[in-house]
């Protein structure tokens, strides 16, 4: 995680950098509605303030009416203590209808910028290289993302309402409070104000920094949560039920204590910040008591001194946690655009064309790859598959043999030579395209917590009910799906996990039927399987490769008997290719492998 790595002297100029990135889903040159509704929210706001800043001189005057210091004043005797009085209701109940209405113009607003940030990261992350996902953790992944948005919301209306607004307000009161009374009552105020924004900005400051620390162990702990839950099957088996929950405890143990110092500083902050604004409140009201003790203000301008007093302690007492929050979600929004930042390692160039296939032939020229740099893979493989022909890549564990799948899906890119279909470079066309020409059947299938069907629809988008159910016929799958009491309904649970290995597999198969591709990689697509489960998958497999240029990808050799070609990969290199009679005839590393897997069926 980078959260740790990112200092409080940072975070100043990320959190502007941050706030610029937001700016452009608030003021946006192509949708005019937004600015509108921009402006008006901002003009509600303000009409708000001047209303609430005006408030106060009802209430003085309804109290030096009551108070008989009305004196001259036409519009104080014209009104009277009780229309003053009602004068002050309808103030207050219109400061708050311009605050919802201003609300309501802003909402629509705000919740169009969360969801083009939500689907911005969200296409963003798929668009991300299968490097980036296997070495990211799903947990804190989704963290990121949730924290990152919610920060986006916060921000946008607490930004806009709070901070903002808090600064006009106390202006115009500092004006208010110069004009009517006395300098050195805005030289207190304003005293207060700096030592409370000095105090609430420094301890805040410090709690942002717990509250990062208590973030990281919260996105640890979600993380162990899911991981656990994810592999449930895997704990249950080896009973771990009791060392995943104290695992788990470990991580809520680092959240406790990090909450609890979250909590004591949180008392402090406000105890201090409660301090400050009573001293001044003292101060102040101590002064006006004296001014009406010697005649130069009426009771009315003590009270009014007294409201104004209170309206900058509420919007005081809200600015340590608007401040804090702000921080906390700048933090959370960083880390999501420092996600959306990371460009992904497999992207489509500039020029990239959809990929025309015209038979379907696959080749890799002299493919060089490794994961890392400093551990190669591939050394040099050349294999060519032509159009309409099945080839088995065969081997020991580590030899290579799925890396060449995940190539040719174009999950990695090769370190070098190339890998082509039609002749075409598959780093020369979309990636949408590509992925189009392949159908993959995998070792373990992996199914959405949906229905059957749309399992199988998954395989093409609009594919109506009836094909749908031909190619569950065709994967052998149909009777079953019928004989369950939903039907293509029944649902198949977190990761298909209420369906067995071989239904899995026929949902697979017949999903990739659904669509329809030119080439097909069945990469280890049985070797999960019992023997008479893989027979009749195996059937299935080889209806499913009719017509199509088939690779098959596979650790069991009796699985790959009747392919046209096989190609035997050790270490990275070819070192064996011909059909399944003459590789046995040339009594090599084929084989050995044959021979090998004989013996231990027969043991």
């Known amino acids: 995680m980078r959260r740790s790595s990112l200092t409080t002297t940072e975070m100043p100029k990320d959190g502007w950098r941050t706030i610029r990135r937001v700016m452009p889903y608030l003021w946006p040159d192509d949708e005019p509605w937004v600015k509108q509704r921009v402006v008006l929210a901002m003009l509600a706001l303000l009409l708000a303030k001047l209303i609430a800043v005006g408030t106060p001189f009802f209430y003085k005057a309804a109290v030096d009416a009551l108070a008989g210091e009305v004196h001259d004043d036409a519009w104080l005797l014209a009104y009277g203590a009780v229309g003053l009085t009602v004068a002050y209701g309808v103030a207050r109940l219109m400061n708050v209808g311009f605050q919802q209405l201003r609300d309501v113009i802003f909402a629509r607003v705000a919740q169009r910028a969360l969801r083009q940030l ?72 304003v005293a207060v104000i700096a030592a409370y924004v000095f105090f609430t900005f420094r301890v805040t400051e410090w709690r942002v920094k717990q509250r990062m620390k208590m973030n990281e162990q919260d996105t640890d702990a979600n993380q162990k949560a899911i991981d656990s839950l994810l592999n449930v099957e895997t704990v249950r088996y080896f009973g771990a039920a009791d060392r995943e929950a104290a695992r788990y405890d470990a991580a809520m143990a680092g959240y406790e204590d990090a909450a609890l110092k979250t909590s004591y500083s949180l008392a402090f902050l406000n105890f201090g910040q409660s301090f400050l604004i009573t001293s001044g409140l003292v101060v102040v009201m101590v002064m006006a008591a004296m001014g009406v003790q010697s005649g130069a203000l009426s009771v009315g301008d003590f009270v009014m001194v007294n409201a104004y007093m209170i309206q900058i302690t509420m919007p005081l007492n809200f600015l340590g946690t608007v401040y804090r929050e702000i921080r906390q979600a700048l933090v959370d929004m960083s880390e999501m655009f420092r996600l959306l930042d990371q460009a992904p390692d497999v992207t489509d160039k500039p020029s990239a ?88 059947v995998p070792q373990d299938t992996v199914l959405f917590n949906d229905t059957i069907g749309y399992n199988i629809a998954y395989g093409r988008e609009g594919a109506t009910q009836a094909e749908i159910e031909a190619v569950a016929k065709a994967a052998q799958i149909h009777d079953f799906i019928k004989s369950l009491p939903d039907g293509y309904e029944t649902t198949v649970g977190e990761r298909g996990l209420k369906l067995s290995g071989g239904e899995k597999q026929r949902v697979g198969i017949a999903r990739t039927l659904l669509k329809d591709p030119p080439i097909l990689l069945l990469d280890e ?38 392919a046209d070609r096989i190609i035997v990969l050790e270490d990275g290199q070819v070192v064996e290719e011909g059909t399944h009679a003459e590789l046995l005839a040339r009594r090599d590393r084929y084989f050995g492998l044959w021979q090998r897997q004989v013996s231990e069926n027969v043991a």
Do not use: C, N
């Open 525 to 562: 697509a049985t070797s999960a399987l019992d023997s008479e489960t893989e027979e009749g998958i195996q059937g299935a497999l080889a209806r499913a490769g009719q017509g199509r240029t088939v690779i098959m990808i596979a650790h069991r050799l009796s699985t790959v008997a009747d």
């Open 353 to 440: 064309k959809a990929l025309t296939v015209h038979g379907g032939a696959v080749a890799f020229e002299d493919v060089q790859f490794g994961y890392d740099a400093d551990r190669p893979i591939l050394k040099g493989v050349s294999v060519e598959v032509p159009a309409g022909q099945s080839v088995a890549i065969v081997g020991s564990s580590g030899a290579g043999k799925s890396t060449i799948g995940r190539l040719l899906f174009r999950f990695y890119d090769v370190t070098s030579g190339a890998v082509k279909i039609d002749g075409q470079d598959i780093r020369e066309v979309t990636q949408d395209s590509l992925h189009g020409a392949i159908g993959v």
């Open 118 to 189: 939500a689907l911005k990261t969200f296409q963003h992350i798929h668009r991300m290289s299968m490097r980036y996902h296997i070495t990211r953790k799903t947990g804190g992944l989704s963290r990121i993302i949730e924290r990152g948005v919610k920060g986006v919301e916060f921000l946008l209306r607490f930004l806009l309402f709070s901070i903002g607004p808090l600064i006009l307000e106390l202006l115009l009161i500092g004006i208010v409070l110069w004009t009517l009374f006395d300098v050195w009552y805005l030289a207190v105020v």
